[in-house]
Structures are given as structure tokens and as C-alpha cells.
């Protein structure tokens, strides 16, 4: 069983910078995409940002492209958000998500573990 525990959220004034980490545990690790997502009250669970496990095929939502920066630490099962340039409508709790078969796309299905999520509040 894959465990995945989001840290890292909390409020932040506009412009401002958070790093979210997640970090996975299980017997045996190695998912094949890792995700983050978010949501905000009374709305749908969005795709933020993804990236392979091995290594590039990063993509970004265009909401966030150039603001937001998705990597991981395989060594430490970690994979990280920074988030610059804050937005008010950035506010939603953020969960991360592991693909551990092929695939791992922009649509929450594809996923197969989900972290708890962790608050993300930005102030005008």
C-alpha cells in the first residue's frame, strides 16, 4: 500500500511563495507519474502539474505555467510544488496523486493514490 502526505500549505499574502512537498512511503515505491491537483470550494478537482518519475515530461496547467514548478527526490520518495507569484484564485487545498501504471495524464482518474491534501490560502 502507497501512502502520500502533503505538507507545506498555509496562508500567504498575493505574490507571495509556498513549497508544497509530498512525500510517499509504501514497500516498494515507483510510481510511474506523479501529479498535484487542487480544489476549491464547491468546485471540481483540477490538474495543476505533473511529472514523470524518471525523469522530464513535465506539464503544467495553463493557470499556472511560469508561476508554479513541479520536481521530485527519488532518493527521499518526494516530489515538491514551488509556488511563486501567488494568486488569490491559487487559493484551494492541494493534493498530490501517484500513477503507478502507465499513464498519469491530467485527469484525476488516471491516478491511483491520493495524498490527504494540504490548505492553500492566498490573500488579497
Known amino acids: 500500500q502507497v501512502q502520500l502526505v502533503e505538507s507545506g500549505g498555509g496562508l500567504v499574502q498575493a505574490g507571495g511563495s509556498l513549497r508544497l512537498s509530498c512525500a510517499a512511503s509504501?514497500?516498494?515505491?515507483?510510481?510511474?507519474?506523479m501529479g498535484w491537483f487542487r480544489q476549491a470550494p464547491g468546485k471540481e478537482r483540477d490538474f495543476v502539474a505533473r511529472?514523470?518519475?524518471?525523469?522530464?515530461?513535465?506539464y503544467y496547467a495553463d493557470s499556472v505555467k511560469g508561476r508554479f514548478t513541479i520536481s521530485r527526490d527519488n532518493a527521499k520518495n518526494t516530489v515538491y510544488l514551488q509556488m511563486n507569484s501567488l494568486k488569490p484564485e491559487d487559493t484551494a487545498v492541494y493534493f498530490c496523486a501517484a500513477a503507478v501504471s502507465s499513464g498519469g495524464g491530467p485527469a484525476p482518474k488516471q491516478y491511483d493514490y491520493w495524498g490527504q491534501g494540504t490548505q492553500v490560502t492566498v490573500s488579497s
Open positions: 511529472i514523470r518519475w524518471s525523469g522530464g515530461h513535465i
Open positions: 509504501g514497500r516498494t515505491f515507483s510510481p510511474y507519474t
